[in-house]
């Protein structure tokens, strides 16, 4: 029996923006309060095997992520990032960028999906 992939079986409710290529989606661990991630919605693995297309149309969405992230939470920054190809053991099955806003004051602690495996360290 093969693994589902999460973010190929989503739930259309918890779109928060959606173009013919991608979508975006709260972080359902997130690291901010806003943080999300951002997918194609074609399954694939690497940013290097998208299409063109797919490319112009996830960046649209990071930019519409960000702007509606402005408006919602009012961070003072955002920390944009992805995994690609089989990094701290783990294989990404389906593309995801991460959207993390931040603010003032609070520190960041990335944990084990960055390859930090003692958080607290």
Same mark, same amino acid.
């Not at 999460?6 to 979508?23: L, P, R, S, T």
């Not at 709260?26 to 999300?36: Q, R, T």
């Not at 694939?44 to 149309?57: G, L, P, Y």
């Not at 996830?58 to 509606?68: F, G, M, P, V």
């Given at each position: 029996?093969?693994?589902? =992939? &999460?973010? =190929? #079986?989503?739930? %259309?409710? #918890?779109?928060?923006? /959606?173009?013919?290529?991608?979508?975006?989606?709260?972080?359902?661990?997130?690291?901010?309060?806003?943080? $999300?991630?951002?997918?194609? *919605?074609?399954?694939?693995?690497?940013?290097?095997? +998208?299409t063109d297309k %797919?490319? /112009?149309? *996830? *960046?649209?969405? *990071?930019?519409?992520?960000?702007? %509606?992230?402005? +408006?919602?939470?009012?961070?003072? @920054?955002? !920390?944009?990032?992805?995994?690609?190809?089989? $990094?701290? @053991?783990? !294989?990404? %099955? !389906?593309?995801?960028?991460?959207?993390?806003?931040?603010?003032?004051n609070q520190e960041? /602690?990335? #944990?084990?999906?960055?390859?930090?495996?003692? &958080? #607290? &360290?």
């Amino acid at each position: 029996m093969t693994k589902q =992939c &999460a973010y =190929c #079986d989503f739930d %259309e409710y #918890d779109i928060i923006a /959606k173009n013919d290529f991608g979508a975006v989606f709260p972080e359902p661990n997130p690291l901010s309060e806003g943080h $999300v991630v951002i997918i194609p *919605l074609r399954h694939v693995a690497s940013f290097f095997d +998208i299409t063109d297309k %797919e490319r /112009k149309s *996830l *960046l649209s969405l *990071l930019e519409q992520a960000r702007n %509606e992230l402005k +408006i919602r939470h009012h961070p003072e @920054g955002f !920390h944009i990032g992805f995994n690609d190809g089989d $990094v701290f @053991g783990e !294989h990404a %099955e !389906h593309l995801h960028i991460h959207v993390i806003p931040r603010y003032k004051n609070q520190e960041l /602690k990335l #944990d084990q999906r960055w390859g930090i495996m003692d &958080a #607290d &360290a």
